[in-house]
């Protein structure tokens, strides 16, 4: 990978199991994380918690900024964003589920293949993230919505 094609990868600690996970950013995000780096500096967490600079902002913030943006948590969670990622990814047809799997920090549901399959699909990674930058600019421009058939449950 050349100079500046998605770096820096931003590594941060899973909630649940405080592995590394690096993560790699699109041209969008990368141009957020460098306009918020210009504002508020470039030590400590992107999103801190309001208590502590020293941890990360949690999930029940953003759940509590959605209810006051006026969203019930039957319309959209922290989490319920992962799961709508992964189902538009996975829908698309266009992406190993392997790979976001590992985009997710998912660890493999089958134990054995799970410590045999070490893969980190990191160019496949690289390419579905700017693919998701480039699908959420075109809906926030008033692109075509991908229609599915989402099953729940």
Known sequence: MQPGDHTPNYTSLTDVTRRAHAVPLSKQVRGYLTDLAEMLGREGYVFPSARSSKRPMSENTLNAAF??????????????????ASTFLNESGLWN?????????????????????????????????????????????????????????
Do not use: C
């Open 67 to 84: 209810r006051r943006m006026g969203y019930s948590k039957e319309e959209v969670t922290a989490h319920g964003l992962r799961a709508t």
């Open 97 to 153: 589920p392997d790979a976001i799997e590992r985009a997710l920090a998912h660890g493999d549901s089958n134990v054995v293949r799970g410590i045999y399959h070490r893969g980190k699909h990191w160019d496949e990674r690289v390419r579905m993230a700017q693919w998701w930058s480039d699908y959420l600019d075109e809906l926030r421009t008033g692109g075509q919505v991908i229609m599915g058939k989402f099953a729940k449950g």
